[in-house]
T-cell receptor, first 115, second 117 residues
Framework: AQSVAQPEDQVNVAEGNPLTVKCTYSVSGNPYLFWYVQYPNRGLQFLLKYITGDNLVKGSYGFEAEFNKSQTSFHLKKPSALVSDSALYFCAVRDSNSGNTPLVFGKGTRLSVIA | GAVVSQHPSWVICKSGTSVKIECRSLDFQATTMFWYRQFPKQSLMLMATSNEGSKATYEQGVEKDKFLINHASLTLSTLTVTSAHPEDSSFYIC?????????????FGPGTRLTVT
């Protein structure tokens, strides 16, 4: 079975400081990993994905994430947070061997960037 | 990139009526579409998986007679909430998977806010 854990319900960071939103996953095969951001009353916006290749993935709006197979993690990072980054962030996973199954989402982490 | 649209973006209906939500893939063909439900401040819960031309597969605990899903073409899936009640009020999000080479991708619609009064 596939699963995703986002251990933090809320992350607070000062504007200009680096931010990290944590994600760990569990799959039986190789993972396809995704990060999405959701603003209030809006759908999901794709940030970045890891499918294969370089472990460090760069995405939209200056975000990046590092795939760590040994720790089964895919933490989202940004060197300098903006107030506009405040939103709900979801990590999602799919097993590459799972056929046509849907993405499984973590519970979400609310990021609050304080000016 | 691939675009998924949903209509309506929000709807208010009276208890006991039915509401249909459309999900369209605008620039790609989607053999498979997924319907999610999201409660306030919570994650996305998968309701069902629909494959074009066949019956939808519902997740455990989701009433298939209440949430009717039709996927009649490669670009359109519909979710009908029948005899809606206030507890059906939620944010419904559809997602489509491209039948092309990037089949690991899922593209998400903007969501539909349903309020049942």
């Amino acid at each position: 079975a596939q699963s995703v854990a986002q251990p933090e319900d809320q992350v607070n960071v000062a504007e200009g400081n680096p931010l990290t939103v944590k994600c760990t996953y569990s799959v039986s095969g190789n993972p396809y990993l995704f990060w999405y951001v959701q603003y209030p009353n809006r759908g999901l916006q794709f940030l970045l994905k890891y499918i294969t290749g370089d472990n460090l993935v760069k995405g939209s709006y200056g975000f990046e994430a590092e795939f760590n197979k040994s720790q089964t993690s895919f933490h989202l990072k940004k060197p300098s947070a903006l107030v506009s980054d405040s939103a709900l962030y979801f990590c999602a996973v799919r097993d590459s061997n799972s056929g046509n199954t849907p993405l499984v989402f973590g519970k979400g982490t609310r990021l609050s960037v304080i000016a | 990139g691939a675009v998924v649209s949903q209509h309506p973006s929000w709807v208010i209906c009276k208890s006991g009526t039915s509401v249909k939500i459309e999900c369209r893939s605008l620039d790609f063909q989607a053999t498979t579409m997924f319907w999610y439900r999201q409660f306030p401040k919570q994650s996305l819960m998968l309701m069902a998986t629909s494959n074009e031309g066949s019956k939808a597969t519902y997740e455990q605990g989701v009433e298939k007679d209440k949430f009717l899903i039709n996927h009649a073409s490669l670009t359109l899936s519909t979710l009908t909430v029948t005899s809606a009640h206030p507890e059906d009020s939620s944010f419904y999000i559809c997602s489509a998977r491209d039948t092309g080479f990037s089949s690991y991708e899922q593209y998400f619609g903007p969501g539909t806010r349903l309020t049942v009064t």
